[in-house]
């Protein structure tokens, strides 16, 4: 219900601005921030949808997950997390944090790690929930990420 309501908002804000006068710097008036991008993905997340999802076995989940995060994560953040994927972009190398931190941010919140991959950020961490990634496979990623990635890190 709620993705609908945003959907909606988008479609009829295209609509406004299709029919409006032309801004002279059109594309900038319409471009929407990647602020713009990740405060709406974080609108749109609904937590709820996890309880739906379920999963015939932990390694089914683990192995779904495996290849989310070979396909769709590993070229930024390295094929075990460490953040040494290497992705080069404008003319600079990512480097986002390694998922292998004693005391890393998403250790003990596990809605908060699919709700950060589902909204990304505004420093280069895309939105997944918007360009393309179902709950389901973020669940799964996330899961790969907390076992087997992180297996056997304890908290500091
Ligand atoms: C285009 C490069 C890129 C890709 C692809 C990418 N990420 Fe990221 N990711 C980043 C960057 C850059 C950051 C750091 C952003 C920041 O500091 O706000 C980040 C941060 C994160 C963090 C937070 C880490 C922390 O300790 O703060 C998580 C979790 C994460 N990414 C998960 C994923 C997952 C899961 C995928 C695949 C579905 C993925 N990322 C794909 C670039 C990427």
């Known amino acids: ?12 804000s295209h ?5 409006g006068p032309a801004p002279e710097t059109q594309d900038e008036a319409q471009a929407p921030t990647r602020a ?6 974080m609108q749109a997340f609904d937590e709820a949808v996890f309880d739906t999802i379920a999963w015939e076995s932990d390694e089914a989940r683990s192995e779904r997950g495996r290849l989310v995060f070979n396909i769709s994560c590993s070229k930024c953040h390295g094929l075990h997390g460490g953040g040494d994927g290497g992705f080069v972009t404008q003319g600079d190398t990512l480097r986002p944090p390694s998922f292998l931190q004693s005391g890393w941010r998403f250790a003990e919140t596990p809605m908060d790690l699919r709700r950060y991959i589902f909204s990304g950020s505004v420093a280069g961490m895309p939105y997944w929930g918007l360009v393309g990634l179902k709950y389901r496979d973020i669940d799964a990623v996330a899961y ?10 304890s908290a500091p």
């Open 144 to 153: 790969f990420i907390e076992t087997p990635l992180r297996a056997g890190i």
């Open 1 to 12: 219900m709620r993705r609908f309501a945003v959907l909606l908002a988008l479609t009829s």
């Open 36 to 41: 713009d991008s990740v405060a709406m993905a």
């Open 15 to 19: 609509a406004i601005v299709a029919c």
